[in-house]
């Protein structure tokens, strides 16, 4: 109800306005909202081109895909309220989903990275893989905290740390960089099977998983003391830190978490993919930080909702759908990639200057 307070409010204050300030008010409007007034228009173009792009399937098929990116979204969103970010994730992601990879193969699968490894209960690896993204996440935030460098230098650094020793991974026991795959149907059933169905669509349980992800972000964001001072430190860290807030700790929190989430990711990229290499989880950080910044996670620290990742995430993923059935070349997509990036940056900061 609280968003709908907001609108009338807010068109209250717009009857109240003259004619000028009204003039204002919706030029700010447009430029605030730029974004998603193209995002919405791109979606109709696209329709209008192609009419399956709003079918069943299709729609099934963004949720899902949406879905699967919501772990890595939330974990990076995290970093992004601190003012920094993590250029790390993408790397997490790929190192934890070739772990789960080689622990669920079948034992009957001919090329088994670990021949004689049993299948491990699927318990047992979302434990591996969030204390493997923890850990890494540990040591960002505690590089980050303890010695005062930048986020950006920290996550660069553990992000070749990290590609270096997934590189090895793959290599072990004679696997010689082959991509893990001939997962054990068990496995695949937990992550990619389905309960049920629209209109003789199946969605994936992982869609399951990813609003059980979402829910537990949203109880830790706004009903936890550590969700109160991750903000209280994104806001104004020396404030925080004179109102008793342990800075250093909510810092080092707030990275673990991150890196728990990414894990997370990787566990369910690994089923869904099916077929895993070095590359799984490349470039997996921007579109996570193009989904936060669209959904209103800012740059400039403090300022972020559950809601707003979520919505970030799907109209993201609309959009790179709507260029696949417009037959967008996928090179040009890296290009109209970065300037969503660019753009939601731009307005981000526009809105923290008018602020100002």
Not at 310 to 331: D, E, H, T, Y
Request: glycine share 8%; net charge positive; with cysteine.
């Amino acid at each position: 109800m609280k968003p709908f307070a907001n609108i009338q409010n807010q068109y209250a204050d717009l009857k109240k306005m003259n004619s000028k300030e009204k003039l204002n008010f919706w030029k700010e409007f447009l430029i605030d909202n730029s974004l998603y007034i193209l995002l919405f228009i791109a979606i109709l173009y696209t329709y209008f081109q192609n009419h399956r792009f709003l079918s069943t399937s299709s729609v099934i098929n963004m949720i899902s895909l949406s879905a699967a990116n919501l772990p890595i979204a939330c974990g990076i969103a995290g970093t992004i309220v601190l003012t920094g970010t993590d250029l790390s994730a993408g790397r997490i992601v790929g190192l934890t989903a070739c772990m789960s990879a080689a622990s669920l193969q079948a034992v009957t699968y001919a090329t088994k990275m670990f021949p004689n490894l049993p299948v491990v209960p699927i318990p047992l690896v979302i434990l591996m893989v969030i204390v493997v993204g923890g850990i890494i996440g540990f040591l960002n935030g505690f590089c980050i905290s303890r010695f005062k460098l930048h986020p950006f230098i920290v996550t660069l650094a553990t992000q070749l740390v990290v590609y270096g020793s997934l590189l090895m991974f793959v290599m072990v026991n004679g696997n010689n960089g082959q991509p893990l795959s001939g997962l054990d149907d068990s496995y695949k059933k937990f992550i990619s099977g389905s309960i049920l169905k629209i209109k003789g669509v199946p969605i994936p349980n992982y869609v399951w998983y990813g609003i059980i992800v979402v829910a537990i972000m949203w109880f830790i964001w706004n009903k936890t003391t550590f969700g109160k001072n991750m903000f209280a430190v994104g806001s104004n860290a020396e404030a925080a830190n004179v109102s008793g807030v342990n800075v250093a700790r909510t810092t080092i929190l707030v990275h673990t978490l991150a890196g728990c989430m990414y894990g997370i990711t990787g566990f369910i990229e690994a089923a869904r993919i099916g077929s895993n290499t070095a590359n799984t989880g490349l470039n997996y950080e921007l579109d996570a930080i193009a989904a936060c910044v669209i959904g209103g996670v800012s740059f400039v620290g403090g300022t972020g909702k559950i809601r707003g990742i979520v919505m970030g995430v799907i109209l993201l993923r609309i959009i790179f759908v709507a260029l696949n059935f417009l037959s967008v070349n996928a090179n040009m997509q890296y290009i109209i990639k970065g300037l969503i990036i660019l753009v939601a940056c731009a307005i981000d900061m526009r809105k923290y200057l008018v602020r100002k």
